[in-house]
């Protein structure tokens, strides 16, 4: 194979700019149906304060739509990942072909601990991943593993600006 194939090739493995549907699973996410709506409004607006949105949570999953830039789209961390303000960082991110991996270091007033991620862009318009997290939220042990799928909706982000 040629050098400009294999180039072609990996160009056409980027995720598709634009705006996606990010959906959460997680055993954590099944409880959280559970806490009173006064509850999940605090939490929310804890949320609001580390400059995040809290996604809708419905039946286990959470779902947020996400804007992503073309730079996003083809760096070595899944898109997910793009939260600076949780405290949280990707390290020693790889990217080999499809699939993506990264280790996950925390470190705040809110959340500590380590993790790993991993995901397979299976089209340029969707991808899967699993996150594992052992550590601390808010002084509560967290031993948790979510399943992660997104897909691409639309080249236009409208309202929603990238993370």
């Known amino acids: 194979m040629s050098v400009c194939a294999f180039n072609a090739h990996a160009v056409e493995n980027n995720m598709r700019p ?3 549907e990010i959906s959460t699973t997680s055993g954590l996410l099944s ?3 559970q806490i009173p709506p006064d509850q999940m409004q605090n939490l929310a607006n804890l949320a609001k304060q580390y400059g995040f949105d809290m996604p809708a949570i419905k039946n286990g999953a959470a779902n947020s739509n996400v804007c992503i830039t073309k730079e996003m789209a083809e760096q070595k961390i899944p ?3 793009h939260h600076p303000q949780s405290g949280c960082q990707a390290k020693n991110a790889t990217r080999v072909e499809n699939r993506y991996s990264a280790d996950l270091a925390c470190a705040s007033d809110q959340i500590t601990g380590q993790g ?3 995901a397979t862009l299976n089209t340029p318009e969707s991808f899967t ?3 594992q997290f052992k550590g601390s939220v808010r002084g509560v042990a967290v031993d948790e ?3 992660t799928n997104g897909r691409w909706i639309s080249a ?3 309202a929603i600006s990238p993370q």
Request: net charge neutral; glycine share 14%; proline share 5%.
């Open 129 to 131: 991943g699993q996150t």
């Open 18 to 20: 634009g705006l996606w």
């Open 156 to 158: 236009n982000c409208g």
């Open 116 to 118: 790993r991620t991993d």
């Open 31 to 33: 409880l959280a149906e």
């Open 145 to 147: 593993r979510a399943n």
């Open 79 to 81: 898109p997910y990942l």
